[in-house]
């Protein structure tokens, strides 16, 4: 039997260059990764945020990564797959999943599920130009799941390169639970290659969902990789004990603190986006509350540095 393909998908603040490389290290698979998103390419080359390791080949592999944007502006979406087919890629994704308000209220992200005709044209200016794979991430709608009827067609007559649909609406943002019979019934409606993501968070949810929409066979990994960054490990079959388990977690969690630190020169703002990966990796401990509030009042490098010691003594890894 063919492996499904497993994605990891982009989080704002968390899955940057760093924790990718960091994963990829320790941690196998996963054979897809996606650039949290971009914005704001302002220039025909050289924008300032397409400079960095973010982007940068020698810091990427760019046959498994996917950078992502989020944009309605046609213009703006083909001088990004520009610059990064002149770095190597070969795709670029859409984000028209973003569900929070700050974004959505702008008719980005999500917030452009309501209106097909904007979509449309979008698409058409896009397809006419561009020369990269192209591939979306989207919800079922905004304000309601019937919104994406009206998208079908549209995903249908463009030659996207994979279509991945978080099967909730942008109003819940990740609340509730993920409606995979909603999206088992767009299955046959859809002609273009189809990606599952949502509530994916172990084995057993894995295989639920995976009997549910077959044939679609690649998955997209969220949150629930966040809290056991074994997971896709599992799925494929490779089990750990618990004592491995957590020597390889410490290892991991030490090599990308370590490595957030060198980039960051040093600087203290690498605790906050420790703390985003924690407020997912708690969940993999005993008393996770008790390790969330250990991590949430860090206020110094020494400080988190102690107190991470003192997770792996003194509590247990149940991932």
Known sequence: MNQPLLSLGPFQGITDAPFRNVF????????????PFFTGIHKENHAKNLQGEEIDPRCND?????????????????????????FGYKEINLNMGCPFP????????CGLLPYPDKVEALFEAIFEH????????CRLGYFSPEEINALIPIFNRFPLSELIIHPRIGKQLYKGEADVECFKTLIPMINVPLVYNGDIVSVDSFERIHEAVRPVDQFMLGRGILANP?????????????????????????????????????SPKVLGRMKELWSYLMNGFDNSQDVWRKIKKI?????????????????????
Do not use: W
Request: glycine residues 4%; proline residues 1%; hydrophobic residues 35%.
């Open 24 to 35: 990829k290290k320790h941690f196998s698979g996963i054979d897809k990764f996606y650039t």
């Open 230 to 266: 074994f997971l896709a490990e599992e799925i494929r079959g490779n089990t750990r004990n618990m004592s491995e388990k957590a020597e390889r977690l410490h290892a991991y969690v030490i090599d990308l603190y370590e490595d957030r630190l060198h980039h960051a020169g040093g």
């Open 299 to 319: 206020n110094s490098l020494k400080e988190y540095e102690e107190q991470v010691e003192l997770i792996f003594k003194h509590h247990e890894v149940i991932m």
């Open 62 to 86: 760019v046959e498994t990564l996917t950078p992502q944007i989020l944009s309605t502006d046609a213009e703006e979406i083909l001088r990004f797959a520009k610059q990064c087919q002149q």
């Open 102 to 109: 700050r974004v959505a209220n702008k008719k980005r992200g």
């Open 130 to 137: 561009i020369d990269i794979r192209f591939s979306v991430k």
